[in-house]
C-alpha cells in the first residue's frame, strides 16, 4: 500500500521560478492538507482541503495555491519562489478533519 | 492567539520513564494529537484523547485535562529507537490542527 506519496523529494530552486509539488494519496481519504516545516517551528498549515472540489487558507497561505480537482491528488504551487520559502514540505491526509493524519516523506526544497 | 507550549528538548536514560508536557491555549479544543518525528522523517500518530483521563498504548500513555489545558505524553522503558521529537497538535473549534512546535527527546546509554 503506497499510502500517501509526495514528489520530488528534494529541489533546488532559483528565485523567481515557479514549481508545482505533487501530493497522491490512495486512501480516499477526504481531508488532506499541506504543512511547512522550518527548524524552532511547529508545523505551519498553508492550505488545506476537507473534500474534493474545496479549498482553504491556512496560517501561511502567502505565496502558495492548491487545487483538489479529485480525492487522490492536491498539488501546491509556488509562483514565484523566494528564498523564505525554503523549507520542508509536508503533505497529509485524513479521513476528516479531526482524525489521524498520515504524511507523506516530506519535499525539502531550497530557493536560491 | 493560539498557543502549544511544549518544552524544546529533553534527555533521558534507556529504560528509564518521560514525560513530556504540553499546554495549549486555543480557540475551542476538539482533541489532542501527539505524534513522533524522528529526523529527516514524517511525523506519525501516536495517539488521541478528546476525554480527560489517560489512554494507555503499549509503553506510551497520554493524559489530558481540559480545563487545565494540559497534556502529558509517558513513554517507558526507554528504548533507543524513542530518540525523536514529539509533537502535541491540538484541533480548535474550527477543527484546525494547531501544533506545537516539538520535544526533542534524546536517549542516552
Known amino acids: 500500500t503506497a499510502g500517501i506519496t509526495q514528489a520530488p523529494t528534494s529541489q533546488i530552486l532559483a528565485a523567481g521560478r515557479s514549481m508545482t509539488l505533487r501530493c497522491t494519496q490512495d486512501m480516499r481519504h477526504n481531508a488532506m492538507y499541506w504543512y511547512r516545516q522550518d527548524l524552532g517551528l511547529g508545523l505551519r498549515l498553508i492550505h488545506y482541503s476537507n473534500t474534493a472540489g474545496t479549498t482553504g487558507k491556512g496560517e501561511v497561505p502567502d505565496g502558495y495555491s492548491v487545487s483538489r480537482a479529485n480525492t487522490d491528488d492536491f498539488p501546491l504551487t509556488l509562483a514565484s519562489a523566494v528564498p523564505s520559502q525554503t523549507s520542508v514540505y509536508f503533505c497529509a491526509s485524513s479521513v476528516t478533519a479531526n482524525t489521524e493524519a498520515f504524511f507523506g516523506q516530506g519535499t525539502r526544497l531550497t530557493v536560491v | 492567539g493560539q498557543n502549544i507550549d511544549q518544552p524544546t528538548e529533553m534527555t533521558a536514560t534507556e529504560g528509564a520513564i518521560v514525560q513530556i508536557n504540553c499546554t495549549y491555549q486555543?480557540?475551542?479544543?476538539?482533541?489532542l494529537f501527539w505524534y513522533q518525528q524522528h529526523a529527516g522523517e514524517a511525523p506519525t500518530f501516536l495517539s488521541y484523547?478528546?476525554l480527560d483521563g489517560l489512554e494507555e498504548k503499549g509503553r506510551f500513555s497520554s493524559f489530558l485535562s481540559r480545563s487545565k489545558g494540559y497534556s502529558y505524553l509517558l513513554l517507558k522503558e526507554l528504548q533507543m529507537k524513542d530518540s525523536a521529537s514529539y509533537l502535541c497538535?491540538?484541533?480548535?473549534?474550527?477543527?484546525?490542527?494547531?501544533w506545537g512546535a516539538g520535544t526533542k527527546l534524546i536517549i542516552k546509554p
Open positions: 486555543t480557540s475551542g479544543f476538539n482533541g
Open positions: 484523547n478528546v
Open positions: 497538535a491540538v484541533t480548535d473549534s474550527n477543527y484546525q490542527l494547531i
